[in-house]
């Protein structure tokens, strides 16, 4: 039986890829900050649940650690933890900035850092990071979130080069639009009015507009079909194709206009 470590299991995307792979015969080592938050689907005996802040590198050893003891193995990890902070960026305290890269992208590099020597000692092993669409291009307000999908893009592509000696696939994961709890925490800052109340009411149409979106669930099949395939593939993208082709292929001034007037900004 293969063995996943999730980060970020208790809702989402982390829950949703953690139930898949249950399904799919893996045994899941299901991580959150407090393991009693996660679902009845925790109770399984193939589910390890525990507690992890990836903020933390004792708490990251400790996990890491507590599989292996458990298991023997460990096949695959999603790096999927993450939190959202948009707004005006001189409003965002750089306090909450350095928070926001701790969990988003620090707590990817403290989890890849502790499971790399197990995988190259063993000879395999996948590492799935779950970035965005937005790690491929900016977009109004959201400049935070956006710096640390990119950081984890730029990672994961020099790392594929890296880890390949040793058979260690890296991948990305790139959503789009989903429906989830997961919501963006907007600073305000009234010199930035009235685009920050324009893209701030794009966000509420888009949450108002989520019957409509696609659930979690087509991110985590996305995930575990990264997760077994051996080829070298990095990037998954998930009903977003064309917006990053679009991004790349449009002139600037194109590009650019189509998004101000997306967001309803000048």
């Excluded at 689907?41 to 599989?67: F, G, I, K, M, Q």
């Excluded at 707004?87 to 350095?98: K, M, N, T, V, W």
Aim: hydrophobic content about 40%; some cysteine; glycine content about 8%.
């Amino acid at each position: 039986m293969k063995t996943v470590l999730i980060t970020g299991a208790s809702s989402g995307i982390g829950e949703a890829a953690a139930q898949y792979f249950l399904s799919r015969g893996w045994r899941v080592a299901a991580t959150a900050r407090k393991p009693e938050t996660l679902g009845t689907w925790s109770h399984s005996e193939n589910v390890l649940p525990l507690a992890l802040d990836v903020t933390n590198s004792e708490s990251v050893r400790t996990a890491v650690r507590d599989v292996l003891q458990r298991t023997g193995s460990l096949d695959a990890l999603i790096n999927n933890a993450g939190v959202g902070l948009a707004g005006p960026l001189e409003a965002i305290p750089l306090s909450d900035i350095e928070q926001h890269f701790q969990t988003n992208f620090f707590g990817a590099v403290r989890m890849i850092q502790e499971v790399v020597p197990v995988f190259r000692q063993q000879n395999h092993g996948t590492i799935v990071n779950v970035s965005s669409i937005v790690g491929r291009f900016g977009l109004p307000f959201l400049s935070p979130y956006c710096a640390g999908k990119f950081a984890m893009e730029g990672l994961s592509e020099s790392l594929y080069y890296e880890l390949r000696p040793f058979n260690i696939k890296i991948k990305l994961v790139e959503p789009g639009g989903i429906k989830t709890k997961f919501r963006q925490v907007f600073a305000q800052h009234s010199a930035y009015e009235p685009s920050l109340s324009a893209v701030n009411r794009r966000m509420d149409l888009a949450a108002a507009a989520d019957s409509k979106l696609p659930g979690p669930e087509s991110v985590a099949e996305t995930i575990f079909k990264a997760a077994g395939d051996s080829s070298e593939k990095l990037r998954y993208p998930i009903k977003t194709q064309g917006a990053s082709i679009l991004s790349h292929v449009l002139p600037v001034g194109t590009w650019r206009g189509m998004i101000r007037k997306s967001f309803g900004i000048s």
